[in-house]
């Protein structure tokens, strides 16, 4: 009885202890480099490798089914990409509770996705279109009026989505909303921009966008080979992942496979020839001073021990170990862009479409980098500059209408008949 009173009183003189609901999220270990575990040490590491090898087994054949239909399919299937990373973008500041109380606000999201789409890549393709209708008058006349008025018509679109925007706004939602209306015009931004620069390169020849995208499929793979195999040194926080021996063995792996595939893939002209319109078929046109092979001699010493007396380069191989480099040193900060972003809204992946690999954006946040630096660099490096024929036939196709075309002709006549007079 008085050890029962003791406890008793021991029991409120003590204060109530809470215990604290334990909290789900793991906390790192101390003895893991950056906070998490290199790839070398994943015990589930040949269980991931082969699914992920499986994905990238049917990507890599799908992706060069497409590229062998030639630049249209090529341009379609840009299109989904930039679809299916609008759709994960778009999820990821998703709110049900709020989304409920919004009906059709998603649909929003989706007009200012088509507007955008329309305005990019109206103006990419305008000149393309122009001349896969040059054989019928009436197409012709209609396109060149919508090629006329894209700007407005764009325009209006974007100023209808801003007004339905305005009438959506709902007491004790504006913060939501706006912060929503924010965000899709990133994506927009960051989605388009890429997707641009993509499709110029497609036209510019199949080459520029086939070279630039491969690479990065390359120093992809080979990071994770030799992170696989042999990373030991972490290489950035954002990655846990990601290291050293990953990335100099990638880097060199890239490099190397620039100038090789480069010296492949400039030898097919359905590759290499830009494409002025909208058809299918395959291209044939004469090579430039870039794709045509210069041969070099090999020292003596080299010919004693190989049959090779000399060798033939192709000019676009030097260029190609620019866009090697940069594959290999800048364009995987795209990446850690990617895993930082995801760390700071607490997600693994954008989405769970390519099993291994997460979601589409996953996969393409180092291309969107390579994408843009490839184009800069074909513009200011490769491209011969002035004002050619080709760009001033685009011009009055375009700008001029059937009667101008031949008031134009008729002059231009007039002016070649006279100087041959004079001379």
């Known amino acids: 009885m008085q050890r029962e009173n003791n406890s008793s009183l021991s029991s409120a003189a003590s204060p109530r202890v809470r215990h604290r609901k334990r909290s789900n999220e793991a906390i790192p270990e101390p003895s893991k480099a950056n906070g998490g575990k290199l790839l070398v040490d994943d015990r589930n590491k040949y269980k991931s490798m082969w699914i992920r090898t499986y994905s990238t087994v049917w990507m890599i054949g799908g992706f060069a089914l497409i590229v062998y239909m030639g630049h249209l399919y090529i341009t379609a299937m840009v299109v989904v990409i930039q679809i299916f990373m609008a759709k994960e973008l778009f999820n990821l500041l998703r709110k049900a509770h709020e989304d409920r109380h919004l009906p059709g606000f998603r649909l929003l999201n989706w007009h200012f996705f088509v507007t955008a789409m329309l305005f990019v890549y109206g103006r990419l393709l305008s000149q393309p279109l122009v001349n896969t209708m040059t054989s019928d008058k009436f197409l012709y006349q209609f396109v060149c009026s919508l090629i006329k008025y894209h700007m407005a018509i764009c325009y209006f679109s974007y100023i209808a989505g801003f007004i339905w925007f305005i009438l959506t706004l709902k007491k004790k939602m504006y913060k939501y909303q706006f912060g929503q209306y924010a965000w899709t015009h990133m994506i927009l931004i960051v989605v388009f921009t890429q997707s641009s620069f993509t499709v110029a390169n497609i036209f510019e020849g199949i080459f520029w966008f086939l070279l630039p995208a491969s690479l990065i499929i390359i120093n992809d793979i080979f990071a994770y080979i030799f992170g696989f195999f042999f990373g030991r040194t972490p290489l950035i926080k954002l990655s846990p992942k990601k290291t050293w021996e990953g990335f100099i063995g990638a880097s060199v792996t890239t490099i190397i496979s620039a100038f090789v595939l480069a010296n492949i893939l400039g030898r097919f002209q359905w590759l290499t020839c830009p494409r002025k319109d909208l058809s299918t078929g395959w291209l044939q046109c004469d090579p430039?001073?870039?794709?045509?092979?210069?041969?070099?001699?090999?020292?003596?010493?080299?010919?004693?021990?190989?049959?090779?007396?000399?060798?033939?380069?192709?000019?676009?191989?030097?260029?190609?170990?620019?866009?090697?480099?940069?594959?290999?040193?800048?364009?995987?900060?795209?990446?850690?862009?990617?895993?930082?972003?995801?760390?700071?809204?607490?997600?693994?992946?954008?989405?769970?479409?390519?099993?291994?690999?997460?979601?589409?954006?996953?996969?393409?946040?180092?291309?969107?980098?390579?994408?843009?630096?490839?184009?800069?660099?074909?513009?200011?490096?490769?491209?011969?500059?002035?004002?050619?024929?080709?760009?001033?036939?685009?011009?009055?196709?375009?700008?001029?209408s059937f009667e101008e075309q031949q008031s134009l002709l008729i002059k231009l006549g007039q002016i070649l008949q006279d100087r041959v007079a004079y001379s």
């Not at 021990?305 to 000019?315: D, Q, Y």
Request: aromatic residues 18%; hydrophobic residues 50%; charged residues 15%.
């Open 288 to 400: 430039g001073p870039l794709f045509k092979p210069e041969y070099y001699t090999l020292p003596g010493w080299i010919s004693q021990w190989f049959t090779w007396k000399e060798i033939s380069v192709l000019p676009v191989q030097w260029h190609a170990l620019c866009l090697g480099l940069f594959a290999s040193i800048i364009a995987p900060f795209g990446g850690f862009f990617a895993s930082g972003f995801k760390r700071a809204f607490k997600i693994k992946d954008f989405g769970d479409s390519i099993p291994g690999h997460g979601g589409i954006t996953d996969r393409m946040d180092c291309q969107m980098v390579m994408a843009v630096f490839a184009y800069i660099y074909l513009q200011s490096f490769v491209a011969r500059e002035g004002i050619t024929v080709e760009m001033i036939l685009d011009q009055i196709l375009t700008n001029f």
